[in-house]
């Protein structure tokens, strides 16, 4: 592939160190993920100057962008004012945004420093009416791909992501539903630029571009780069982590900072790994070819179609596909296209009916409902004589990985350790921790939905954590042990039966109880095995030998490990450590640390030699760190989780190759650890008032009861992303 060309940089090099307070003060104020190639600081400009139409979204993208830029080494500097644009000020600039700018905007003085600008090197990044900008200046067109022509109501509608690998559409979905204002264009600008995202037109009303409507795109302008986007209408957008995901994307590839492929035009082939293709980029076929239509996604269609003819897509597998969606066209006889598995006469999965739609141009969408397949995707087709149909694009449509059951790779860690006077511990129990007096003061600074619960309540408090667990979309939690015949080892089997009932698996967290050595962790594995290894709800990593975990909490307190080569083939036993000096006889690495995630040190190098020597490379998110009600006093830096972007940058971390190194599975602290309010259990909304205890109120736009479940649910939605990256690896 080949990659866009960057010019020679001045004022971006490497970072040679940097500063641990900064970096966790501005990491968690984005969800934005870190450049895989971090550079020094730059500065990127901000121009919103508005000649007509003005969006009240602009102060929302001003300070999304100051923000982002504040978690990802970059400084922005935000003005309207037009004589930034002279050449030796925009030289002090790595790329230059034009945020919803409407009119004529620049004189031909400053237009000509832009253009000298993006030619010599510079970025450009255009935002939604940045397309409404500059008609009266020709080559504008050029740097922004495509003019302004009208738009609909806003509405939702659904995108396609057709490039996967691009840094702002790398981890979106194959489809993408959002609800913008969504602009049609005077012209069709796929011939001269690199599509990343299209509309689907049939997903809402007013589109006016015949079915190919591109949205977003990127494309090299002589030895500088190009991003534009339709998106950003709305103020909402630029609170959505997904929506700054993307921004933070166009911008580092304008400016320079991380690489893409920004070729102009689009082979139209099936995205490797991915759900949608171009029905033309055919891997084997009988009797079809590929046929020009300028109104078609790419160009082009799949072709002169007759009774009996065949396609097949050797990429794209159909396990795991739940329904099939095809752009299709007829001026012939209609017909049936045949979804099939492994070969042309393989399995009939399903099919879709079309009718003729009146003219080869004219274009509808057509789908149908999928049976279990495994193996490549297969189109066979059917009808009378002469030509049937054209196939544009298609889609195949995936369940989420986790909606029946949670996914066995996210790992949360679970404490047993909680107890009432009422309760089978028949006293306060951790809740008191910090000089407390429970139950309206308890040692944390969130206060649980359930209120100061006891760890023994099976039929209450316990099955109520496996039905949230549930929800969160993970499928195994990590059991906090001490050892032996201590209290949580007497409730490890009633915990185990309620986690049975709903489907999840228990791993163990070996904490560091008094006189824990080598020897006797191997001793408490054989233990634990003995006990629970035929329960139902005994976690077995079958990726992995079918193998229970064993988290190793404080692991560098013992120096001499060399006694778990004795449990290696029945057991994955896990270092807390990213030294991997420090990992002989493990199976596995973990981090645990909650704050740390913001800034992932060490993951990259940790995973890459846990993949190089065949380990368990696990790395912990969390939602944030605050433990000052339960540690009176203590120095420990804290995370604020604000209202989500705290989690998801952790996540985003963990699932970045080039910063978390390829993942085996993500751990998250906590499920409900309340001293150090890493918790996803829900928070009361609504907790005793006068002890300051703060609340989900916010998290990723919920308020009230609302917010009390929302990082359940962001877990499941980062769960299922995990478990369809992990499909594409494999």
């Known amino acids: 592939m080949r990659r866009t060309r960057t010019r020679p940089r001045t004022r971006i090099r490497r970072r040679l160190a940097c500063a641990v307070a900064l970096a966790l003060g501005a990491a968690f104020l984005s969800p934005g993920v870190q450049s895989a190639a971090a550079a020094d600081p730059y500065q990127v400009l901000v121009f919103s100057k508005t000649a007509g139409f003005r969006h009240d979204s602009i102060p929302a993208g001003i300070t999304a962008l100051e923000q982002l830029g504040a978690a990802n080494d970059f400084t922005v500097t935000a003005t309207e004012d037009a004589t930034a644009f002279t050449p030796a000020n925009l030289a002090d600039y790595e790329a230059v945004v034009f945020l919803s700018t409407t009119g004529d905007v620049l004189n031909d003085t400053q237009q000509s420093a832009l253009k000298g600008y993006v030619d010599g090197g510079g970025g450009f990044v255009g935002v939604h009416a940045a397309a409404d900008t500059e008609y009266d200046w020709p080559e504008y067109e050029d740097l922004v791909g495509a003019w302004f022509q009208s738009h609909p109501a806003i509405q939702e509608a659904r995108l396609t992501t057709e490039d996967h690998v691009h840094p702002a559409t790398a981890r979106l979905d194959d489809t993408w539903t959002r609800t913008d204002e969504w602009y049609n264009y ?7 630029v690199h599509v990343l995202q299209s509309l689907d037109e049939s997903s809402y009303s007013g589109g006016e571009m015949g079915g190919d409507h591109p949205i977003t795109w990127c494309h090299e302008q002589q030895e500088g780069r190009s991003f534009y986007t339709g998106l950003g209408h709305t103020i909402e957008s630029f609170a959505d982590p997904d929506f700054r995901q993307f921004l933070l994307g166009g911008v580092q590839y304008a400016a320079g900072a991380v690489e893409a492929d920004c070729s102009a035009g689009d082979p139209g082939g099936p995205d490797p790994g991915g759900d949608s293709a171009e029905a033309e980029a055919y891997t084997s076929s009988s009797g079809v070819q590929s046929a020009a239509h300028g109104s078609a996604s790419g160009g082009a269609t799949l072709g002169y179609i007759d009774d009996g003819d065949w396609a097949g897509y050797s990429s794209l597998d159909t396990a795991g596909a739940t329904a099939f969606t095809a752009t299709v066209s007829s001026a012939g006889a209609g017909g049936t296209i045949e979804v099939r598995s492994g070969s042309a006469t393989g399995p009939l999965l399903g099919s879709a009916d079309v009718v003729p739609t009146g003219g080869w141009e004219t274009f509808t969408e057509v789908t149908t409902t999928l049976s279990a397949g495994t193996g490549p995707l297969f189109l066979g087709f059917t009808g009378g004589a002469g030509a049937l149909f054209d196939v544009d694009r298609f889609t195949l449509t995936r369940a989420p990985a986790t909606e029946d059951e949670g996914s066995s790779n996210v790992h949360l860690f679970y404490y047993p350790w909680y107890g009432t006077p009422e309760g089978p511990a028949g006293d306060w129990r951790h809740w008191q921790q910090g000089g407390h007096t429970p139950p309206d003061a308890i040692g944390a600074d969130l206060y649980p939905k359930l209120g100061p619960y006891d760890s023994g309540d099976i039929a209450g408090a316990v099955d109520q954590h496996m039905e949230w667990v549930k929800r969160s979309g993970a499928g195994v939690i990590v059991y906090s042990w001490w050892g032996q015949g201590g209290y949580e080892d007497g409730l490890a089997g009633d915990v185990m039966d309620a986690a049975a009932r709903h489907g999840i698996e228990v791993a163990w967290h070996i904490e560091p109880y008094g006189g824990r050595t080598a020897a006797s962790v191997v001793d408490d594995i054989a233990y634990l095995e003995g006990k629970f290894g035929d329960h139902p709800a005994f976690y077995r990593d079958a990726a992995n030998g079918d193998r229970n975990a064993y988290y190793i909490f404080e692991s560098l307190k013992i120096q001499d490990w060399s006694a778990l080569d004795a449990v290696k083939d029945t057991a994955i036993v896990l270092a807390q450590t990213t030294d991997t000096s420090k990992v002989d006889h493990f199976g596995g690495i973990y981090t645990y640390d909650g704050i740390a995630g913001a800034t992932a040190p060490g993951w990259k190098n940790a995973g890459d030699y846990a993949k190089a020597n065949g380990l368990v490379w696990a790395p912990s998110v969390a939602p944030g760190y605050i433990d000052d009600r339960a540690v009176p006093g203590n120095t420990t830096p804290t995370l604020g989780r604000e209202g989500g972007a705290s ?59 609302a917010a009390e479940t929302a990082y359940l649910d962001r877990t499941a939605y980062w769960a299922d992303r995990f478990e369809q990256l992990l499909r594409q690896r494999r």
């Not at 005077?186 to 001269?192: A, E, G, L, M």
């Open 186 to 192: 005077r012209s069709n600008p796929r011939d001269s």
């Open 647 to 705: 989690y998801d940058l952790e996540w985003n971390n963990a699932l970045d190759p080039a910063i978390g190194g390829d993942p085996t599975w993500v751990s998250v602290t906590s499920f409900n650890e309340w001293h150090e309010g890493s918790s996803i259990e829900p928070a009361s909304s609504t907790p005793p008032p006068g002890h300051g205890y703060e609340t989900f109120e916010g998290a990723y736009g919920t308020t009230g009861e």
